[in-house]
């Protein structure tokens, strides 16, 4: 998934970062509400942790900022203001879910998890494409039960353009949700992950194929 991560405290952010990249996910931070409210309005996430104390004000005060604008991107409050009021009204203010520090990480993967199952969250079906089977959530690609061995970043390459078969895919949305704002995105790296994923898939035979549409993106679709 990306996931915009709002975070102030350094060493927590740090580690919270890269425990989530080892679980696949793509991460961009932002340590002041200012940041996240300009991040939250202009990425593309499909989930956002949220801290509280900001050193410009309530992160709790980003959520019905975004659901103003129909942006219905699901929340989880990470906060050290923890008690019964505090998470009722963060919930009452439209958090998904909220979370009392300290806690574990596996709590809060658990709870991620949780708000993908929910019907108008962001779970997804597995996508068939071809004989690709691929679950975006879990990043899992199979070919007729064989696994693929996908590095995160052909993942979300390959969450885009499933998500999206038979139609063009613009570059910047796919660059947008395959880097975090602060990797530096060199315009060849794109194609060498889109190259070694259409090759993994020719090699597995999946029935696929990722086309190159000059100057615009890539559009992937079924071999007819
Ligand atoms: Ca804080």
Redesign the pocket.
Known sequence: MHILLV???PELAEALKSALQRDHHVVDLADTFGLAREAALHGAHELILL????PDGDGLALIPLLRARNCLVPVIVLS?LGGLPDRVEGLDEGADDYLGKPFALEELFARIRAVGRRPSGIQEESIRAGDLLFDPMTGEATVRGERLELPRREIRVLTVLTRRLGRTVLRESIEMAVYGFDDGIHSNTLDSHVSRLRRKLADADAGVEIHAIRGVGYLMRERT
């Open positions: 975070e102030d405290e801290d509280r104390t900001l050290a």
